[in-house]
C-alpha cells in the first residue's frame, strides 16, 4: 500500500503539475472513465489513431507521445493510473466541496446512501480473468464537516471493502453517529462467489469509520447469499449450501455432510444499534452421490 501511495503521488506531482480548475479536472475524469469502458484486454494491438483525440491528449500530456501501435494492457494500466490521481484531485479540490458531486461529473456515482452523505464509484478491473475485482473510489461527507476519501485501497487502515458494495441502508444512529449497512459481493470464478456486509459507524471524535458488524460468505452459486430486510425492524438473512469454499453450519454428522448437501440458514436481527443472531439451523437435502 505504501508503494502504491508514492507512485499515486509521483504520478500527481508529474501529470497535475500546477492546480487545475475542478471543472477541467471533472471533463479529463469523464473523458477517461468513458475510454475506459471501452478498453479490453482481449483486444488486438491498438491503434494509436482509433484512440478518441480527447484521451490521446491526456495520455501523451501524462507520459509522452504514445508509439503507433500499443498494447491494451498499457492503455488500460494507463487509465486506471489516470482515474487514481484524478479521483484524489477531484476528492481533495477546494471548489469540490461546494457541489454535489452528481453535479460534477456526468459519470454517476454507483452507491449513494439515502442522506447524500456516502458516495462510492466503482469499476471493473480489467484483469480478464474469471476473478472480477473493483476499482473503488469512496467520498464521504460527514455532518460535522468532516471529509473521508478512499482512492482505490489508498487507505491500508480503512474498513471499506477494497471491491466495493452493491447496496446502501442508512440505519437508526445513536449520540449522532450515523450507520451504514452496505451489503457487496465478487465472483471470484465462474461459479465462486462471496459475498459480504458490513454495518459501519461513523465515529464523530476519531472522524473514521468503525466496523461494528461483519459478515463474508462463499458458496458456488450466482447471488443472493445474503439479503437484507430494510423496514422497521431490519433483519439479515443468510442462506447456503455447504462447499469446498465454506465449513458449513453445525455438522452433527460428517457422514451426513459427506453423502448429502448441508444447507445453512441464519437470521439476525437489528437492536440496540447492532445486529444479533436470532435463528440458526440447517438440514440436509438430496443425496449428493445419487447419480453416480
Same mark, same amino acid.
Given at each position: 500500500?505504501?508503494?502504491?501511495?508514492?507512485?499515486?503521488?509521483? +504520478?500527481?506531482?508529474? *501529470?497535475?503539475?500546477?492546480?487545475?480548475?475542478? #471543472?477541467? %479536472?471533472?471533463?479529463?475524469?469523464?473523458?477517461? %472513465?468513458?475510454?475506459?469502458?471501452?478498453l479490453s484486454p482481449f483486444s488486438e494491438v491498438i491503434r494509436r489513431e482509433s484512440i478518441s483525440l480527447d484521451f490521446l491528449e491526456i495520455l501523451e500530456k501524462s507520459g509522452g507521445r504514445l508509439p503507433d501501435s500499443i498494447d491494451p494492457w498499457l492503455l488500460i494500466e494507463s487509465a486506471q493510473y489516470l482515474m487514481?490521481?484524478?479521483?484524489?484531485?477531484?476528492?481533495?479540490?477546494?471548489?469540490?466541496?461546494?457541489?454535489?458531486?452528481?453535479?460534477?461529473?456526468?459519470?454517476?456515482? *454507483?452507491l449513494v446512501s439515502s442522506d447524500g452523505r456516502f458516495y462510492q464509484y466503482s469499476f471493473d478491473e480489467n484483469t480478464g480473468g474469471s476473478y472480477r475485482s473493483q476499482i473503488v473510489y469512496y467520498h464521504y461527507r460527514a455532518a460535522d464537516g468532516s471529509v473521508i476519501n478512499s482512492v482505490n485501497e489508498s487507505d491500508e487502515n480503512s474498513v471499506l471493502a477494497n471491491d466495493g458494495y452493491y447496496e446502501i441502508h442508512n440505519l437508526p444512529d445513536s449520540l449522532g453517529q450515523p450507520r451504514y449497512l452496505l451489503s457487496g459481493g465478487v465472483f471470484g470464478c465462474n461459479t465462486c462467489l462471496q459475498e459480504y456486509l458490513d454495518l459501519l459507524r461513523y465515529d464523530t471524535k476519531e472522524k473514521h469509520f468503525v466496523s461494528d458488524f461483519s459478515l463474508s460468505i462463499a458458496d458456488r452459486g450466482f447471488g443472493s447469499l445474503i439479503n437484507i430486510?430494510?423496514?422497521?425492524? *431490519? #433483519?439479515? *438473512?443468510? #442462506?447456503?449450501?455447504?462447499?469446498?469454499?465454506?465449513?458449513? +453450519?453445525? +455438522?452433527?454428522?460428517?457422514?451426513?455432510?459427506?453423502?448429502?448437501?448441508?444447507?445453512?440458514?441464519?437470521?439476525?436481527?437489528?437492536?440496540?444499534?447492532?445486529?444479533?443472531?436470532?435463528?440458526?439451523?440447517?438440514w440436509y437435502g438430496e443425496n449428493i452421490l445419487e447419480d453416480e
Open positions: 500500500m505504501k508503494f502504491k501511495n508514492l507512485v499515486l503521488l509521483l +504520478c500527481l506531482f508529474v *501529470t497535475l503539475g500546477k492546480a487545475q480548475s475542478l #471543472n477541467r %479536472i471533472a471533463n479529463d475524469l469523464d473523458v477517461v %472513465i468513458d475510454s475506459y469502458g471501452s487514481d490521481s484524478l479521483f484524489y484531485k477531484l476528492f481533495y479540490h477546494l471548489d469540490f466541496l461546494n457541489h454535489r458531486p452528481e453535479d460534477v461529473l456526468n459519470i454517476q456515482p *454507483t430486510q430494510a423496514d422497521a425492524d *431490519t #433483519n439479515i *438473512t443468510v #442462506n447456503y449450501f455447504y462447499s469446498d469454499l465454506n465449513e458449513g +453450519c453445525d +455438522c452433527e454428522s460428517e457422514e451426513l455432510v459427506e453423502y448429502y448437501q448441508q444447507k445453512c440458514f441464519q437470521l439476525y436481527r437489528y437492536k440496540n444499534f447492532n445486529f444479533h443472531l436470532a435463528e440458526s439451523r440447517s
